[in-house]
């Protein structure tokens, strides 16, 4: 392992800054190494901050499946948990597996009833709200607040970057493939991710100066060329700004600085993909997209043909990761919304259970051989897992990446939240502790990793009746957030 | 359980028998007309457009900017540079479909509603690849490079004809005349082809920029204030020019209807009919229409087996193109028409295509496609329930409904049987249809979802449930208000005498035109329209002419799509 404080030239420059904008700012992305140097150094390493979201419930019927059934750092891993001490290294001691958890949640659908921080009753998407933003979700597929990433973009210095590993709805919630919502101009304004990794590639690294000279003239020529026409565009956006209306103007203020975001990119001086920071592999062609092929098409545990999909979310999500990982590794981004799955995800989960049964069915006891619950629940506690497995792949690159006197992991807070736990549903009225539901935000859970500002992998602990997005904004203060996350204002002490 | 493509036209053949072949002719992307460019040539004013009525608010005119969709930008290349990069807009976070209002429940089922067109770093980032592959993929291309610019530059330093490029395929893109500065502008990548990039770095860059330029991405309408109503603006003539083809094909307007545009023909209704009976005649609208129906009736994005989605899609476009445009028939018989277009090719008696009789098989018009029955899909077999819901609130533009949660139902979980009575489908239902807190709602969707049951997820037919063998389908259903009937091909002659379907077509195609929920004031308005479209044998041609033909289609007000 190298170290990063000697790679000093990816202290990374630009061109002066942005011609001709009117004095206009607004969100301007901040790059770290634009801090003069003392300041920099004064605030010690960076901190990265991570906010990962699954679209399932950890458990239903059989909670035991995923929670472990002892603490601290020496839990016994279960089915749902399995990667925490598996392919990637024994991470029970660098992460804090929180259960106990909960959404508070009205009895109908009524917005007056919503508690602060809760759900109505319905259930699918209406936990995505509050775990993200804090606030709570009027309706379901409602999300009223801003998502901590753009809540932490002025305390790091950049606005977030935001990857999606499911690759397409595949049968419905076409409104649930985002994570990450920011103000804009008093409207709050959902974005939308990358879903290509070739396309993360592309932006973060393929200017990394390579090695190769015949490569590395290449990539001058294509970043001359961009600069130029991105020249053009400002230059037409500025023009054409001048002459919109003040609503018009909004509208498209978003789009103007995204323009101008992607110029800063481009702009960027390339670092030498030298030391810790390198150039990953050109990922290629994304992996196919197939809503149903007669190869997969589905069946369930009563016989019937199902329609699923898949778009190898098992690698977009590992391409993801190994993304994320390297751009907190050459400080190119410092602030990532990483959504593994859509709420209530309807990917194929052949990958993980070899049966063509979508993820969500699995919630349902199918999956399973018919009349037998528990095969379905371990079905179900797999696919659980591999969402744990894409957190887990993530915290042991970063783990395994040395920065300072500690590791890239030490200076993270990276969080990864659930759609559900398990209990009462009052969308059903049915479901308790002995007789569980999937659809319910009774029970749940998350998983942090990661010590900065301070905080403290415990391995599995019990926060009976603490908020999930208490944890979330346990890791934005790790980071050196001051503010609250909606209408949750206190981290969760036992985090630090 | 595979289903294979030959298996499933068997079962189609079986049921309808052989007809009428046909030739399909393909549809081709039209050559750019190379014109020299009319670059200063003014909007001017449009002296005949009668004044907004006085007796209320001028209906759907509060509109925001609207951003292409990825299928409009799509299209719009390929019609001005030749170039799909369908594949490439593939890596962009797809439009959202069948968006629900959190407040009225009502479903807008197209791609375009503006207020979720909202940009971000990824979008745009995106973006940039995939129309950076358009311009270096038609600069790439001789062939291309000469038919579809107007001169060929001998040299770096060939500026009268980088002029020409720019402002050519300018118009063409922004939909508009490029004014003297912007034209100033992009010579500026003349420098890339004089530091040593050549000829095609200078187009490259040039298209690059056209295509990237807010000016390409977003349809902007700035008007002038109405000089009898300054709450309105007034189109130019070239944003009514992209109103007509964009609601036509999707797509900005080709060289003749810009040169309208800088004419000032657009300003009438009679000009403004004219120019859009030329672009219905044209094989985009066929492919326009086609997407129209296929996202109103929920199968833009069917669930189906991957070797049937592109034969059904084929048998759904045809019918909708005979009816529409090749017949000019009345828009009812989309859905009682008693023949289908079958595309399993191979499969069929001499090959190819063809029409096919559907007389006597219970299937009839879109409703009997299995584009149009892969909807409802659920529990691993058809849901009665969503199946009336999506006739519902997609053809009736109805509210949603949803289970009220003090009646604590889980919608994602099938109806169990109770045990030791019947496990056949229908009795299985029958629990929320005879529960009195249920039945309000169950009465009335599964009520139509029933009619339909003799045809499973993919549209086969079926005698019998496929998991429950002892059961047979009976297949019978009502619609409330309009009667009862079996089958998709009765459920489709019900739909087609119904008012609430005609009005429902005149809200949805109001919706795909202008991106945009309808507002309460503009009832009023979707009543007339359906009046006329009614009194007027009910073609949608002809409601298409009407519509470009009101007042409204040259006006947008001053607030936008404020509240």
């Not at chain 1, 935001?162 to 690759?167: C, D, E, K, S």
């Not at chain 2, 009910?538 to 607030?559: A, Y």
Request: proline share 6%; with cysteine.
């Amino acid at each position: 392992m190298t170290i990063l404080r000697n790679v000093k030239s990816l202290q990374l420059g630009r061109r002066s800054f942005l011609r001709g904008l009117g004095g206009v700012s607004i969100g301007l992305p901040f790059l770290e190494c634009m801090l003069d140097s003392k300041r920099a150094r004064a605030q010690g390493m960076p901190r990265r901050f991570a906010m990962i979201y699954a679209g399932q419930s950890t458990g239903f019927a059989q909670p035991i499946q995923f929670e472990p059934s002892d603490f601290g750092t020496a839990f016994t891993t279960t089915v749902g948990t399995a990667a925490l001490n598996g392919e990637h290294g024994d991470l029970r001691g660098d992460v804090s597996l929180v259960t106990g958890l909960r959404i508070p949640y009205a009895g109908s659908n009524n917005a007056d009833d919503v508690p602060p921080t809760g759900r109505v009753a319905g259930f699918h998407d209406s936990t995505r709200g509050p775990l993200i933003s804090g606030v709570r979700a009027y309706s379901q597929d409602d999300v009223s607040g801003p998502s901590a990433d753009w809540l932490l973009a002025p305390t790091l210095g950049r606005n977030p970057l935001i990857v999606r590993a499911q690759a397409e709805p595949y049968r419905g919630g076409e409104g649930r493939g985002r994570i990450s919502f920011r103000d804009d101009n008093g409207n709050l304004a959902g974005q939308d991710p990358y879903v290509s990794p070739r396309q993360v590639w592309q932006s973060l690294f393929q200017g990394l100066t390579p090695q190769d000279p015949v490569e590395a003239e290449r990539e001058r020529l294509r970043i001359q060329r961009d600069q130029s026409v991105l020249d053009l565009v400002r230059g037409s956006s500025e023009r054409l700004r001048n002459r919109l209306g003040v609503r018009d103007r909004q509208r498209l203020e978003l789009h103007f600085e995204a323009l101008r975001e992607l110029e800063l990119r481009v702009d960027a001086v390339s670092p030498p993909a030298i030391g810790i920071c390198e150039r990953p592999i050109d990922p290629g062609a994304d992996p196919t997209v197939v809503v149903v092929s007669d190869d997969v098409v589905g069946v369930d545990m009563d016989g019937n043909l199902r329609d699923i999909g898949f778009g190898r979310e098992d690698l977009r999500a590992r391409l993801m990761a190994d993304f994320v990982h390297m751009a907190f590794a050459c400080g190119v981004e410092n602030n990532v919304s990483f959504q593994v799955s859509f709420g209530q995800t309807f990917i194929n989960s052949n990958f993980v259970t070899g049966l063509n049964t979508d993820i969500h069915e699995l919630s349902h006891y199918s999956g399973g051989v018919s009349g037998v619950q528990d095969s379905a629940q371990i079905n179900h506690a797999k696919s659980v897992n591999w969402h744990v497995d894409t957190f887990a792949y993530l915290a042991s690159k970063l783990k395994g990446t040395d920065e300072g006197d500690g590791t890239l992991l030490d200076h993270t807070a990276m969080v990864l939240l659930f759609e559900g736990g398990w209990g009462y549903d009052p969308e059903s009225g049915q479901g308790s502790d002995d007789d569980p539901r999937a659809h319910s935000s009774e029970n749940m859970s998350v998983l942090v990793a990661g010590r900065a500002g301070g905080l403290r992998p415990q391995g599995h602990i019990r926060v009976a009746g603490g908020h999930p997005a208490q944890a979330l904004l346990s890791c934005m203060r790790g980071v050196g957030y001051e503010g609250s996350l909606g209408e949750v204002d206190n981290e969760l002490t036992e985090l630090f | 359980m595979k289903i294979p493509a030959f298996a499933h036209l068997m079962m189609l053949i079986t049921a309808v028998g052989c007809e009428q072949v046909i030739n399909v002719e393909p549809v081709a992307a039209s050559v750019v007309d190379v014109r020299p460019p009319a670059v200063d040539d003014p909007p001017g004013d449009i002296p005949d457009e009668p004044p907004p009525p006085a007796d209320g608010p001028v209906p759907f005119v509060h509109l925001d900017v609207r951003r292409l969709t990825l299928a409009e930008v799509r299209q719009s290349i390929v019609d001005v540079l030749g170039v799909d990069v369908g594949a490439e807009l593939s890596s962009i976070a797809p439009d959202p479909l069948k968006l629900e209002d959190s407040d009225s429940k009502l479903v807008f089922p197209f791609d375009n509603l503006a207020s979720q067109q909202t940009s971000s770093l990824p979008y745009v980032d995106s973006m940039k690849t995939a129309l950076d592959s358009a311009a270096d993929r038609f600069v790439a291309d001789d062939a291309l490079r000469a038919a579809r610019l107007p001169c060929a530059m001998s040299s770096v330093d060939d500026e009268p004809c980088a002029r020409e490029i720019i402002a050519v395929v300018g118009r063409r893109l922004w939909r508009r005349p490029l004014l003297a500065d912007e034209i100033d502008a992009f010579v500026g990548a003349m420098a890339r082809g004089r530091a040593g990039g050549g000829v095609n770095e200078t187009v490259v860059v040039i298209i690059r920029a056209l295509l990237l330029s807010p000016d390409f991405l977003f349809r902007i309408e700035q008007g002038t204030v109405d000089v009898t109503d300054p709450s309105l603006l007034r189109l130019d003539s070239f944003e009514v020019a992209s109103r007509l083809s964009f609601l036509a094909w999707g797509a900005g307007p080709d060289d003749a209807l810009l040169d309208a545009a800088a004419a000032n023909e657009l300003g009438t209704p009679n000009e403004r009919e004219l120019q859009l009976q030329r672009l219905l005649s044209d094989g985009r609208a066929r492919r326009q229409l086609g997407r129209f129906h296929s996202m109103w009736f929920g199968y833009e994005r069917p669930q189906l087996p991957s070797t049937l989605i592109a034969p059904m899609r084929a048998e759904a476009d045809a019918l909708v193109d005979k009816v529409t445009l090749i017949d000019r028939a009345p828009w009812r018989e989309v859905l009682t028409r008693n023949e289908t277009f079958v595309d399993y090719g191979l499969a069929l008696p001499g090959g190819g295509p063809a029409w096919v009789s559907t007389e006597g098989s219970g299937r009839g018009g879109l409703l009997g496609q299995g584009s149009f029955l892969a909807n409802g899909a659920k529990f691993g077999d058809t849901s009665p329930t969503t199946r009336g819901a999506v006739i519902q609130t997609l053809l009736f533009c109805a509210p949603a409904l949803h289970p009220d949660p003090s009646l604590m139902v889980n919608v994602d979980e099938a109806p169990a049987a109770v045990e030791g009575e019947s496990n056949c489908k229908i009795d299985r239902y029958a629990q929320h249809r005879n529960d009195g807190a249920c039945a309000g709602c169950h009465a009335f969707l599964d009520g139509t979802g029933f009619g339909l049951e003799n045809f499973d997820a993919t549209g086969a037919y079926r005698a019998t449930e496929t998991a429950a063998p002892e059961c047979t389908i009976e297949g019978t259903g009502s619609v409330p208000g309009s009667g009862e009937f079996s089958g998709p091909a009765e459920l489709g002659v019900l739909l087609a005498s119904s008012d609430g379907v005609n009005s429902c077509l005149v809200t949805q195609l109001v919706r795909f035109a202008t991106g945009h929920r309808e507002r309460e004031e503009d009832a009023a308005s979707i009543a007339r329209l359906t009046e006329r479209f009614v009194a007027a044998e009910g073609r949608l041609d002809w409601l298409m002419v009407d519509v470009v033909r009101q007042p409204f289609f040259v006006f947008r007000h001053v607030d936008g799509g404020a509240q």
